[in-house]
């Protein structure tokens, strides 16, 4: 038996088939993860991502810390809620993990990290705030549900107290705000506009089944993937990990050079690919013939193989495969995966796959 | 708990057997199989007029999780195919005793349904996985 979050019980209720994800017993689906994807596409879906990892980064030094800690800058974050997307690094650029970082107050950040890289991500990031004396606090006895979809605003507001729903509506995307004990954030992993929702653990119950009873329907793991995938949306393990640099995963959007006399971990080791070209890049890949793209396919280009799928599933709003591969910079247009003993034509495309719902390639 | 329905034969590889009628048998895959691959995305058929050996592969079920090959349970000769599952393989999941079926085999070795479970057997190996 693995961990379990203050919603598993619903879930077994609902009829989700259960897995293991790094630890957790989690729902892969609830019955049809292609069901489940297109009401997240079309309606709201809602997901228990309670697993992940919540820490709490408080000092007077903290903004300090932080500028050091993460490749993208948190002077980029300056009023209360903002949230800012980001890799951590290592010394060498490789990616110890992704990662959202709020700004709660001058002396209080937050950050979400992945359920996966649990101990590691707690070991770093505890090791690197010693010398500015922040304290580091998870936070454990919270549910955090991602509600996501074209309608899932206004179901979550038709759950929350009167303030909680004023401030809710007011939010900016990437923005988040504390209410009445409700941690509401504008964000997600779906590519569709929604709420995450950081409640206490004792009311997860009422709020899921307030939600299910309001038409969200519950959404598992296998969509998530695909959701995330279509969004183009990089998975951490999968698409990079430390022996990849963000400049290697499609994420150099996500790392701040300026100003340059702000040293980050990673920096260094950086700086010759951002001058330079790096020697590999995460492409995106559609496959027009039938079949699956799936993670560790073998990538050819003039019948040697040169890369491999990082993440790839089918596409239910494309209604074909889709995926990311890490290639050759001077990869272009087509390529041959290897699958199932063939040699299939993929095109190369730039995610995202699908924007507001609607696909973005044919 | 998955369904397995007491007037079909069954494989090890979780193909289901129908008899049809002389000396013809409807061939599918079982409802516990579909459940552990999930969704169905393609399914890959046989052409009428192949002729089959026993436990050839002649069919792929690839789903959201993985693709499968689909053995044939007897030797003979492929006498129709699903056409249906190329626009819906989600029948495969929806339907699995039914309009998801996959193709009829012509049995050339009637002596070979004797290798075959009842559902009895088929539950009880099933209920291992």
Redesign the interface.
Known sequence: MGARTPLYQEHVNLGAKIVDFAGWDMPLHYGSQVEEHYKVRGEAGMFDVSHMTFVDLKGPRVREYLRFLLANNVDRLQTYGRALYTCMLNEQGGVVDDLIVYFLGETHFRMVVNAGTHDKDMAWIEQHAQPFDVDVSEITDVALLAVQGPQARDKVHTMLSDAQREKAAALAPFNAVEVEGFFISRTGYTGEDGYEVMIPAGQAVEFWRGLHENGVYPVGLGARDTLRLEAGMDLYSADMDETTTPLEAGLKWTVAWEPPERNFIGREALEPQYNATPARKLVGLILDDRGVLRGHQRVIVDGEAVGEVTSGSFSPTLGKAIAFARVPYDVEDNVLVEMRGKQLPARVVKPPFVRHGKACFE | MSDAPSHLRYTKSHEWIETVNDGTYRIGISDHAQDLL??M??V?LPEVGQALNATDECA?V?S??A?SDVYSPLSGEVVAVNEALADSP?LV?RDPYGDGWLFVVKASDESELGELMSAEQYVELSSDD
């Open positions: 999930g969704d995305v393609f890959e792929v690839e959201v999780k693709a989600d999941n």
